[in-house]
């Protein structure tokens, strides 16, 4: 026998629930050696995503022991944690959780556009690989163009592009008719046979069946620990060919949001499948992607990464991503951004609406842009202020026309000012503002930078210029603390 891969001793997950608590893992242990195919059983509830879920260190155990290739998870900082996520596993999921927007190909390429790899080295790997899933022609099709069983082919694509040692696979099949399941599972059995640690979390028996070994959970325990009579996997392999390349997990090295994947260490219930796909997309995506709010279908999360930053996502109401009648649905509002500030990994939550209008002072007037944010707004952001002060939690509870304004505002109006404008009263529209601070020309921001932006309370902007509770959309930014913070 070797070293175990996976190695966990007496852990236990507990989750609130309002005053009580649930134990969703109690007091396990296991250990899976390299190249092992094993098949997590039990029936719903017993805790099988939640053991996968911490597993892939996508949570982590409110006690015990979790050694991944002998490292002990609980003392590694991010960047190691990021390393060790990054060397060892990719995920399958039951719904695919292909971003709707971009081709299958570009879905697969996602990883290496965060590990900035150049584009033809990107397409020549994620070609082929779906040259190998049996998807090789299916490359410039959109998700909604192709059959559950192509999506799932595409995402285990993505799922191996950065080559995932271990597989992760939470009812990989359970959304695919018994066909394309059955194919789905023979990719997996290959994987398996080159090698892979391959993990499958279902509770159909046929598909644990193939397995080499079968465990069974109940009430968070492991009842029964049998290997079958399967054929086990060739010598463990830690890479297969068209996945070696040292500058490729060298570049991925540099990422550090591989462990803000480990921001799912979620609690409200209502919020749980967002939670869980933002994980994916925080980890393994940059671009641009919409995700479904639980079973809410009015609320999609667009996370415009790479213009926002990559620790920050904005919530937009809406169908689909791009949705063009997203401005007019009145469905996001300030609970929900409660909602969202209640969950651990968030650094900071804001609402938003916006309005444009005409902004006066003396004898100028321009277009501008007004903001209505909360307080925590430049800290989601990253804004830096220049000059004066930023308006505070209770300027936005008493709907205080305060204005924090933007350098192109400042040139346009103050620069010849001393103050820079601290302390004037602007016009915006019939509303009369007070100058409170001037915040930093930010870079790499999106949009013109010709534009003039104001910032005010979101509370007055609602009852100066919207006159509804509507928010635009939820801003926030990821902790990256989740893993030193003790729950
Ligand atoms: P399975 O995947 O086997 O259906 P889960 O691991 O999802 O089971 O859940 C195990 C138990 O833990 C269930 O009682 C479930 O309600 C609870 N649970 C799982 N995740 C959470 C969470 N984030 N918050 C509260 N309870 C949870
Ligand atoms: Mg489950």
């Known amino acids: 026998m070797t070293d175990p891969i996976i190695d966990l001793q007496n852990i236990r997950r507990e989750f609130a629930a309002g005053d009580t608590s649930v134990v969703a893992l109690d007091d396990l242990s296991l250990s899976i050696q390299p190249g092992e195919m094993v098949a997590i059983i039990g029936s719903s509830g017993s805790g099988k995503s939640t053991l996968l879920n911490i597993l892939g260190c996508l949570d982590r155990p409110t006690s015990g022991t979790y050694r991944v290739a002998g490292k002990n998870v609980s003392e590694l900082d991010a960047d190691a944690l990021a390393a060790l996520r990054r060397e060892h596993f990719g995920f399958i999921f039951q719904r695919y959780n292909l971003l709707g927007d971009l081709t299958a190909a570009a879905n697969v390429e996602i990883p290496a556009v965060y590990a900035g790899l150049n584009a033809r080295e990107r397409r020549t790997r994620a070609n082929a690989l779906l040259e190998r899933l049996g998807v090789g022609t299916r490359g410039g099709h959109r998700p909604n163009q192709l059959s559950g069983g192509q999506q799932q082919r595409v995402s285990i694509a993505r799922a191996l592009i950065n080559g995932a040692e271990v597989i992760l696979a939470d009812e990989p099949t359970g959304a695919l008719d018994r066909r394309s399941g059955e194919e789905v599972l023979k990719i997996l059995k290959e994987l398996h046979r080159e090698g892979r640690t391959i993990i499958i979390v279902t509770h159909d028996a046929d598909v644990a069946a193939r397995a080499e070994r079968i465990i069974e959970l109940r009430d968070g325990r492991i009842v029964s620990d049998r290997h079958t009579g399967t054929a086990g996997a060739s010598e463990p392999v830690a890479r297969t060919a068209w996945d070696s390349g040292a500058g490729w997990t060298g570049a991925l090295g540099r990422l550090r949001e591989a462990s803000r994947m480990a921001l799912v260490a979620m609690a409200a219930h209502r919020l749980r499948a967002f939670l869980t ?207 030193r913070r003790t729950r």
């Open 277 to 483: 796909m933002l994980g994916i997309i925080i980890g393994i995506a940059a671009v641009s992607s919409v995700v479904a709010l639980g079973n809410a279908s009015q609320r999609k999360v667009l996370s415009d990464i790479s213009s926002l930053g990559t620790n920050t996502i904005e919530v937009f109401p809406g169908k689909d991503f791009g949705d063009a009648r997203a401005g007019k649905i009145k469905t996001l509002v300030l609970d929900d951004a409660r909602a969202l500030d209640r969950q651990g990994f968030i650094a900071g939550v804001t609402p938003t609406v916006s309005t444009s209008t005409t902004v006066r002072y003396r004898g100028n007037e321009s277009n501008v842009l007004v903001n209505g944010v909360g307080e925590n707004y430049f800290l989601v952001k990253g804004a830096k202020l220049a000059k004066g002060r930023l308006f505070d939690a209770d300027a936005v509870r008493n709907i205080e026309r305060q204005a924090v304004i933007d350098d192109n505002t400042r040139k346009t109006f103050f620069a010849d000012d001393q103050t820079s404008g601290i302390g004037r009263v602007i016009w915006l529209g019939k509303v009369p503002c007070r100058i409170v601070g001037v915040i930093a020309q930010q870079q790499g921001g999106f949009g013109s930078n010709q534009n003039l932006s104001v910032y005010l309370p979101y509370t007055t902007v609602q009852a100066q210029f919207t006159g509804d509770r509507a928010l635009r959309s939820i801003l926030l930014r990821i902790s990256d603390e989740i893993w």
